[in-house]
């Protein structure tokens, strides 16, 4: 049975230079298994070394990443075909970042920012007034923004830290819309478009594009043209329609490889590669 002082002195002896200790220490948390990541969890929490916490989870990674995959590949095989789907593989995804993440909570945090204005989109009859409810709470009142600054950070990336920081990349902050606007029962859908998602609102009369990285603008199909012919992409009608879930899911976690990528942390691009594999031989 997996005790406090054990785990103790695991990570003693992760400092350890001596090759075969390292391999024993290693070897010995692959036969505890996540009977020890409470208490991992534990000393992570309570150390005050930033090299320390780095050590401790990438050590419950190593140990959880199996469940993820199998908990992930659950889900794809159950089909990807709604946002339902989309937000459960997103939490699931999230773990990535943060193996012992409560998803259940921030399921309950989107449940809670959608009760917020519930009464007020009902008691509106209007689609577009709808529409600009649920952005204004979002992109006004709860803040949520572009990071601009540390744009390719991989916490742009993970739904939980972006619920959590407010701020992501244009496709995080498009799936928070539409994982509210799921709960409240409106058309919010997103656009693949090169570069830059964006959102899409639909109404019997038109398509409205939207703009997440810049606070919730609606948009010309105009000057999403000029923006890929600026970028150097020959616009095709593909690049403005709805998208497909496992599209999303797709970019989502091509996003993180190129984050970490960048880190030059190459086992969790060969891991994350694994997941991208899965989802796109379901596609």
Not at 15 to 26: A, I, K, L, S
Not at 111 to 132: H, N, W, Y
Not at 199 to 217: A, E, N, Q, V
Request: hydrophobic share 35%.
């Amino acid at each position: 049975m997996t005790n406090k002082s054990e785990i103790e002195s695991l990570l003693y002896l992760l400092e350890d230079p001596d090759p075969e200790v390292q391999m024993g220490v290693q070897n010995r948390f692959k036969e505890l298994g996540e009977n020890a990541v409470p208490l991992l969890d534990q000393f992570r929490s309570e150390s005050i070394h930033d090299s320390e916490r780095k050590t401790i989870n990438e050590i419950i990674y190593n140990i959880t990443y199996g469940t993820l995959v199998e908990e992930f590949s659950d889900i794809v095989d159950a089909g990807l075909n709604n946002r339902r789907q989309l937000e459960k593989a997103l939490f699931v995804l999230a773990r990535f970042g943060n193996p012992t993440l409560r998803t259940s909570e921030y399921a309950k945090k989107l449940d809670q920012f959608a009760r917020a204005i519930g009464t007020e989109v009902s008691c509106t009859p209007s689609l577009e007034e709808k529409m600009q409810i649920v952005l204004n709470y979002v992109f006004r009142e709860l803040r949520f923004r572009g990071d601009s600054k540390n744009y390719h950070d991989p916490e742009n990336a993970f739904m939980d830290r972006v619920i959590d920081r407010r701020r992501g990349l244009p496709i995080m902050l498009s799936l928070v819309v539409m994982f509210i606007a799921r709960r409240l029962s409106l058309p919010f859908f997103g656009v693949n478009m090169p570069i830059h998602f964006m959102l899409m609102y639909k109404t019997p009369s038109r398509d409205i594009l939207i703009d997440p990285f810049d606070g919730g603008t609606v948009v010309t199909y105009d000057q999403c043209y000029y923006f890929l012919k600026k970028n150097g992409i020959e616009p095709r009608p593909e690049h403005l329609q709805k998208t497909e879930e496992s599209e999303i899911l797709s970019r989502c976690i091509r996003n993180l490889m190129h984050s970490y990528a960048k880190l030059q942390q190459d086992k969790k691009v060969k891991d994350l590669k694994e997941l991208l594999n899965m989802v796109e031989l379901k596609g």
